[in-house]
């Protein structure tokens, strides 16, 4: 069974720019969350979908952050414009329904914004 | 304001030693208490986990210690080995329809030495 997915793993980016990242998760898990670990902190929440429907977004820093789930296969997260606080690893977790607490995290994207 | 905090930062063992990660939480709302692993370029993976109706869980070299009046649960690691050198994060998330977010500690740089 193929794992979490995520693309692309590094992204190197001039502050303004746009960048998009995808996240396959894991075949039939409905849930899909985003995380990201600025350097030297720990792993934040940013967002959680239930198949293709946003359930919270509490962790979302600002506008310039826009997490999609069409048809609730993948998800992409695209930021616009980025900001230099904007670099850290950005992880894409999943888990099969909602008693499933083991949540299956990709490899990350590890985005720099110079 | 830091949910779960996690110490020591960094921890150097000799191999075959016992190492020990502590955490600390405030919400006493969260009932599920994982441990992830992480080795460099690979994304975070379920180690070891506890729900607060038991006060340890072991498996294999692995243990969990839980309490739950003083709001802390700690990993140990028995008969450590150099290819547990990795980061370990503790996490914690409380059920709330199906949504299940993590809130993780920094994490522990772990090193095993031969």
């Known amino acids: 069974e193929a794992g979490v997915t995520q693309f692309p793993s590094h992204s190197v980016i001039e502050k303004g720019q746009t960048v998009t990242l995808r996240c396959d998760p894991i075949s039939g898990h409905d849930n899909l969350y985003w995380y990201r670990r600025v350097m030297g902190k720990e792993i934040k929440f940013l967002l959680h979908f239930v198949k293709e429907s946003k359930q919270d977004e509490s962790g979302m820093p600002n506008n310039r952050f826009l997490a999609e789930r069409t048809g609730g296969t993948y998800s992409t997260l695209k930021v616009q414009p980025a900001e230099l606080e904007d670099s850290g690893v950005y992880f894409c977790?999943?888990?099969?329904?909602?008693?499933?607490?083991?949540?299956?995290f990709g490899p990350g994207t590890r985005l720099t914004v110079l | 304001q830091q949910q779960v905090k996690q110490s020591p930062q960094s921890l150097i063992v000799q191999k075959g030693g016992i190492s020990i990660i502590n955490c600390a939480y405030e919400?006493?709302?969260?009932?599920?208490f994982p441990w992830y692993q992480q080795f460099p370029g690979k994304g975070p993976a379920l180690l070891i986990a506890?729900?607060?109706?038991?006060s340890e869980k072991k498996e294999g070299r692995f243990t969990i210690s839980f309490n739950k009046s003083a709001k802390q649960f700690s990993l140990h690691i028995m008969d450590s080995q150099p290819g547990d050198s990795a980061t370990y994060f503790c996490?914690?998330?409380?059920?709330?329809?199906?949504?299940?977010?993590?809130?993780f500690g920094k994490g522990t740089l772990l090193t095993v030495n031969p």
């Open positions: 919400n006493t709302a969260f009932d599920y």
């Open positions: 977790a999943s888990s099969q329904d909602g008693r499933a607490r083991e949540q299956f």
């Open positions: 506890i729900r607060p109706d038991v």
């Open positions: 996490a914690a998330s409380r059920s709330g329809g199906s949504n299940y977010k993590l809130t």
